[in-house]
């Protein structure tokens, strides 16, 4: 008793939220977990999940989540995954919504400045005077482009019905490198506002790992 106590006192607060989630995909009827088209279900393979311009695969009845090489997902991710597959039915079919940026979440004035570290500003700081460098990073996420915001400004879908539109800024003679992501109100709706930081922040590495590919070819080239 007392082992098992320590144990589950020396579990983080996202391999809680893991256990719990896991726990209730393997009670789910996975068909109704794919509530939109571009989500599919093999009963040998699991659920495949479109994410980040890629996919991932959900392994039943473990709800384990997998990249599309093997590898497994970090447990802040598979949260995220899981999360959202939980609540992909409440996500509009047709998005008509307002748009909203990060301080329109539950919560979300109050932990602006931990989300706009783990994106916002990582995201100025790597691309910095490079508007164009990002452009081209982005296209690894199947953007849509909108010309006319900022130096740069796109859409990626970065989960099924859950856009996420980036504008950036590069430095200029006034003012440094700034970027303000915007969602459609409806994900508050099916996401958590800790998970739309986790969504936001992986978007952003996604992104920053595009640039530096580009840029060691470039440098090899």
Known sequence: MVMGALTAQNKTG??????????????????????????SFDPKSGIRLPFLGSARIITLPDA??????????????????????????????VLSGPRIDFRGLPGGMSY?????????FRLA???????????EAAHSLKPKFLEELGDVSFT???????????????????????????????IGAGLRTEDVVVLSEALVGELIRAGRKLKESRANA
């Open 64 to 93: 384990r989540v997998y990249l599309e090489d093997g590898r497994e997902e970090q447990a802040r991710v598979a949260v995220l995954l899981l999360h959202y597959l939980l609540a992909a039915s409440q996500f509009p079919t």
């Open 112 to 120: 602006i400045g931990p989300f706009s570290g783990r994106t916002l």
């Open 125 to 135: 700081r790597e691309f910095g005077d490079d508007a164009r460098l990002l452009r």
């Open 14 to 39: 996202v391999d809680l939220a893991l256990e719990l989630a896991r726990d209730e995909i393997s009670k789910a009827n996975p068909e109704l977990l794919c509530a939109h088209g571009a989500i």
């Open 156 to 186: 990626v879908e970065a989960l099924p019905q859950v856009p996420v539109e980036i504008i950036f800024w590069a430095n200029d003679d006034e003012f440094p490198a700034r970027a303000t992501f915007v969602y459609d109100a409806s």
